[in-house]
């Protein structure tokens, strides 16, 4: 999990004065295909065992950090990565207005939240700000990698949680039925089919189901497109 605890373990293990290594080590073999992605949060350990724990992950180079969001303000133009990880909640100018402020500086970079604050209010500023993704800190390293790579690829990233507390505050469009709105809704939060099957207590065989009728009432060819298509009618 992305917390404290495992950012410390992951600061001993990389041997904090050589995370940047560790990292390059661990992408030496395919750093030209690499995500580049830049950690933005002003605790230093958690932001020193994050750069540490995705220096590690495959496809993933860590392009730098910054402890704020005016920090990252000007750092991310300079070096622009493919992603940035943002908490919300930092002194100074804050994750949500350090969001818009890239968006228009760098409308090519996907932003993805990463913090430990559920606040339906937060994810709604963050979303109107420009970002892709809205995460807790509590998923594992691996997890938050390959969110990391689907924010890449265009698609959205939520925590199951999040998009719960949404969820009740959006209206459905009118050729879908609630249980399909509530696929399509996981489906942009990145959930897999095993995932949404055990969320809305279904078998995989019916998710898929459900799946190709969202698409076919949509005309829509993948689930990158749902994912698109709910984020542009207000579904995420």
Same mark, same amino acid.
């Given at each position: %999990?992305?917390?404290?605890?495992? *950012?410390?373990?992951?600061?001993?293990?990389?041997?904090?004065?050589?995370? #940047?290594?560790?990292?390059? $080590?661990g992408?030496?073999?395919?750093?030209g295909?690499a995500v580049?992605?830049?950690?933005?949060?002003?605790?230093?350990?958690?932001?020193?065992g994050?750069?540490?724990?995705? #220096? =590690?992950?495959p496809? =993933?180079?860590?392009? #730098?950090?910054?402890?704020?969001?005016?920090?990252?303000?000007?750092?991310?133009?300079?070096?622009?990565?493919?992603?940035?990880? %943002?908490?919300?909640r930092m002194?100074?100018l804050?994750?949500?207005?350090?969001?818009?402020?890239?968006?228009?500086?760098?409308?090519?970079?996907? =932003?993805? %939240?990463l913090?430990?604050?559920?606040?339906?209010?937060?994810?709604?500023? $963050?979303?109107?700000?420009?970002?892709v993704?809205?995460?807790?800190?509590?998923?594992?390293?691996?997890?938050?990698?390959?969110?990391? +790579?689907? $924010?890449?690829?265009?698609?959205?990233?939520?925590?199951?949680t999040?998009? #719960?507390g949404l969820?009740?505050?959006?209206?459905?469009?009118?050729t879908?039925?609630? +249980?399909?709105?509530?696929?399509?809704?996981?489906i942009?939060?990145?959930?897999?089919?095993?995932?949404? *099957?055990?969320?809305?207590?279904?078998?995989?065989?019916?998710?898929?189901?459900?799946i190709?009728?969202?698409?076919?009432r949509?005309?829509?060819?993948?689930?990158?497109?749902?994912?698109?298509?709910? +984020?542009?009618?207000?579904?995420?």
């Open positions: %999990m992305v917390n404290e605890e495992n *950012a410390r373990n992951a600061g001993n293990a990389g041997n904090a004065g050589n995370a #940047g290594n560790a990292g390059n $080590a992408n030496a073999g395919n750093a295909n580049r992605v830049f950690v933005v949060d002003d605790q230093d350990l958690v932001r020193e994050i750069t540490a724990l995705l #220096g =590690i992950q496809g =993933i180079e860590v392009a #730098g950090s910054a402890r704020d969001g005016a920090e990252a303000a000007e750092a991310v133009p300079a070096c622009r990565p493919d992603v940035v990880l %943002m908490d919300v002194p100074g804050d994750g949500v207005s350090a969001t818009a402020l890239l968006r228009r500086r760098l409308p090519s970079c996907k =932003i993805v %939240m913090t430990t604050f559920n606040d339906d209010e937060y994810v709604s500023r $963050a979303l109107k700000a420009g970002a993704g809205y995460l807790l800190k509590n998923l594992p390293a691996a997890d938050l990698a390959q969110a990391v +790579r689907l $924010a890449h690829a265009g698609i959205a990233r939520f925590d199951l999040v998009i #719960g969820a009740a505050g959006l209206t459905a469009p009118d879908l039925t609630p +249980r399909e709105t509530e696929v399509l809704r996981l942009s939060a990145g959930a897999t089919n095993k995932e949404i *099957a055990s969320r809305l207590y279904l078998s995989e065989g019916t998710v898929k189901n459900h190709s009728r969202v698409l076919s949509l005309g829509l060819r993948d689930r990158t497109q749902a994912a698109l298509y709910a +984020r542009d009618n207000g579904l995420i």
